[in-house]
């Protein structure tokens, strides 16, 4: 049973300019990581798309003095723009996910900043001293959304197994236990697949 696996994941953080020219800047340096860059064959939505929107934006905001409207005109290309690059950095991140392993250097070889998403220790099955005297709080790994579990102890070296309470979730407080003993505990979770086999027992000193 593996409980110590992590799940990395680069994230990409679009970070998209809010002034136009800043923006323009930073589309057209994205058009040109992407070209030719192997880890993104067929980008989605097409370079030649986004660098269209590019330039009906500089058009745009070219004519700004000279036209009536000229502002609506700007804004709905630069949101034209900016739907395109977000739909180009959803690409990028499924690029990166098929990938994990190499997630990062695929994101940052994009020209997008990236980011690295949280890490998820699983949780380790694990026992501590519970609130009262007595007591052992026990934490296990979640099995499935639905599972039950089943505990076990044993105060003599696990030559015999005592059974706790089972529970509707991945811990319990097992109690009545003689203080200053040394006790082993395991579990075993139950899910629509049936009950899993005993886990490795942990110590834990009562207190």
């Known amino acids: 049973m593996n409980q110590n696996k992590s799940v990395h994941r680069t994230l990409v953080a679009l970070k998209l300019p809010r002034g136009v020219s800043a923006l323009i800047t930073y589309a ?14 067929t980008p989605s939505p097409a370079l030649a798309d986004i660098t269209t929107a590019i330039g009906e934006l500089q ?8 036209t009536k409207g000229a502002v609506a005109a700007r804004n709905d290309k630069k949101e034209a ?6 739909e180009l950095g959803g690409y990028v991140q499924k690029t990166a996910d098929a990938d994990p392993e190499n997630g990062a250097a695929i994101v940052q070889s994009s020209g997008l900043p990236a980011r690295k998403a949280a890490v998820h220790k699983a949780r380790v099955f694990t026992a501590r001293p ?18 039950s579990y089943e505990w076990q102890f044993s105060t ?10 089972p529970s509707m979730r991945a811990r319990t407080t097992i ?18 697949a049936g009950p899993s086999d005993w886990s490795q027992p ?4 009562v207190k």
């Open 28 to 41: 057209l340096g994205l058009v040109t990581t992407l070209t030719g860059n192997a880890h993104f064959a």
């Open 59 to 66: 058009t745009a905001q070219a004519n700004l003095s000279r």
């Open 81 to 86: 723009l900016i739907k395109l690059l977000q």
């Open 130 to 147: 519970g609130a009262i005297s007595g007591s052992v709080e026990v934490l296990a790994p979640v099995a499935a959304r639905r599972a």
């Open 156 to 165: 003599d070296g696990g030559k015999t197994w005592i059974e706790s309470a």
């Open 175 to 192: 109690s009545g236990l003689p203080v200053a003993s040394m006790v082993q505990i395991r579990y075993r979770s139950v899910t629509k």
């Open 202 to 205: 942990v110590t834990i000193v």
